[in-house]
């Protein structure tokens, strides 16, 4: 990776923190500069306005998840197998990296007016949806799992752990996050399986 | 000296009559049989009776073999069909496959013990080796005529004819059925069609169409010097396949909505981005009629 790409993926994984933390409107790209000890001037060299800044900050955290989803993807292992281990790398990445999630979920899901323009549809969530599509094909053409509309049985699985997310993040649950991977990964399999 | 005419049979096993009936749909059919002798052919005037091909031995250049094979049981003047096809395919200098049922096997391999001269489905049977050298495999259901007509005036005029690893002539069956469909642009940007006939929309997300990953040219040389399949709005059925026939030839077969099959050698992760990110767009010109006709 270049400097410059490096430079350009600190700018997102902080605007990612600001973002989620801050929200979309009350964070500025002065505040998100000087988090970072440079110049606003020099930000806009990477990204030439807020808006696309944002769009950018989607884009990476869907071929994020996406990457770590194609992972398991490519394994030879049943359905089942992969749903908890789906399930794990999103907790996961809600413990490491939790400015990913809840910026999916508070702020690109929130302030759809941001990604009105460049963002329709599933053009910047594409990275992480092919992966589900994939994982949900294959698993209906070897016969685990039922078939049925993409998105009932994707509203289902992503719905289930976006929630659960939101519950830590609003430190709701009462047990580490990881408490409930074997329940929910079970509670999945049996929703959707043939 | 005059050129001697090709002598030619056109020989007939398990068949609809399809192939023979199609190949007298070509506008230039009495200019490239100029070139050959009919020894028999089931449809038009020939030398010798279908009697006579099956109780002597005629002479042959070019076979044409239609229909499928059965090894034992299917007979004719009290001769084993295939049989007198393997007399025939050691004397000729040319074979050609002429339809899906001679080359794969097509309709006719749902029963036992039947399948395509050449290959049963896609399994290559022991005549692929013993006569590769002069084979040429025409798959259709039927065969579009100017493609049997291409190989015969190739052969006629000692040209080469390139042929894939199932020895079907690249020019061809080298491209897929989906290359120039008219309704390429609304594929482009995932826009389904509202039904059959129209001309608006793509038949291949709702309708079945087979036309992404079937081999053949059917979009590139018009059937009936006009048209096509996907032309008049109505799916390709993959009939050049050596899978075909399969089944619910009207609707697309999905997995949780997701396409089973996609485009011929196009990663299905790569398909899948493209089209999320296509069908994030709604393109109002290609959701809408092209003509709006008065009642």
Known sequence: MSKKEKKR???????????????????????????????????????????ILAQD???????????????????????????KKIVEVYFKIAQDKPQMIEYFLRVYLSNREVFKDGCSGMACV????????????????????????FFSAFGLFM???????????????????????????????????? | MKKPKLKLIWLQSITCNGNAHSFLNHPELFNILENYQLIYHPLLNSVNTIEELYTKELECDILILEGAFKRVGFTK??????????????????????GTCATFGGIFQEADNISGFVFNSELKKENFNTYKDKLISIPGCPIHPKWIGFALDMIANGKKIL?????????????????????????????????????????????????????????????????SKTRVGTPCFGCTEPTFPKNSLFKTKTNMSIPKNVPLGVPKRAYLTMTGVAKGFKIERLEKRLIDYED
Not at chain 2, 77 to 98: G, M
């Open chain 1, 9 to 51: 993926e600190s700018i997102i994984n902080i605007s990612l923190e600001l973002f989620s933390k801050y929200g979309f409107h009350k964070t500025t790209i002065p505040d998100i500069a000087k988090a970072l000890n440079m110049s606003v001037g020099n930000l806009y060299n990477y990204f030439k306005s807020k808006e």
């Open chain 2, 77 to 98: 003047f009290d001769k084993e069909v295939y049989t007198i096809a393997k007399a025939y395919s050691n004397r000729a200098k040319w074979i050609i496959t002429a």
């Open chain 1, 57 to 83: 900050a989607i884009i990476y955290t869907s071929n994020y998840l996406g990457s770590k989803i194609k992972d398991i993807n490519i394994q030879d292992i049943s359905a089942k197998e992969k749903i």
């Open chain 1, 126 to 149: 594409s990275g992480f949806v092919t992966e589900i599509m994939i994982f949900f094909e294959s698993a209906v053409e070897s016969g685990e799992l039922r078939d049925q509309d």
């Open chain 2, 163 to 227: 042929l894939d690893d199932m020895l079907r002539p690249k020019e061809l069956f080298a491209s897929t059925v989906h290359q120039g469909c008219v309704r390429n642009e609304y594929f482009e940007w995932k826009v389904d069609t509202k039904g059959f006939g129209t001309k608006e929309g793509c038949l291949f997300y709702e309708l079945g169409c087979q036309a992404p990953y079937t081999r053949g040219s059917c979009n590139k040389i018009a059937w009936n010097e006009v048209s």
């Open chain 1, 159 to 194: 719905g289930y752990l976006g929630g659960m997310v939101f519950l830590k993040g609003e430190d709701i649950l009462p047990q580490e996050i990881d408490f409930y991977i074997e329940d929910i990964s079970v509670n999945i399999y049996n929703a959707l399986k043939a």
